[in-house]
């Protein structure tokens, strides 16, 4: 989050509490957007609107920083999922590199696969019966 989704969130928390405390002054605004912008700078600005819309809908109070910054949790099955996608792109990307530096059989080894099918035919055809 940055400073000036700080202030954005600022304003939607007065929006829902008339008693939030925004300073007029814009020195002194400057400085609660820095202290709160320090705690909330690794938080993403969805996470804390979510954050706000849920507090709002429960609490009578504005909310603190900490309240703010909780990461919801997430489910078995969103863990399950996530684990999964994971895993799987992991796996594509070994493949893609796989693909990069893979090198083809040599003419000798061709040659020796041919002859070990064409015998492989021949003994087939010859034994069959119907």
């Not at 603190?64 to 909780?70: A, F, G, W």
């Not at 493949?95 to 000798?108: Q, R, W």
């Amino acid at each position: 989050m940055n400073k000036a989704e700080v202030m954005e969130l600022f304003q939607r928390i007065k929006y829902r509490y008339a008693m939030f405390q925004v300073p007029n002054e814009l020195q002194k605004l400057k400085e609660m957007a820095s202290d709160w912008h320090e705690s909330l700078k690794d938080v993403p600005y969805e996470i804390t609107k979510e954050n706000l819309l849920r507090h709002a809908a429960t609490e009578k109070y504005p909310p603190t920083i900490s309240d703010l910054c909780r990461v919801p949790e997430r489910d078995q099955s969103t863990l399950y999922h996530e684990h999964m996608k994971a895993s799987t792109q992991e796996h594509l990307n070994a493949l893609n590199e796989f693909e990069k530096t893979a090198v083809g059989p040599t003419p000798g080894q061709r040659e020796r696969v041919r002859e070990i099918l064409e015998r492989g035919t021949n003994r087939n055809t010859t034994t069959t019966k119907y």
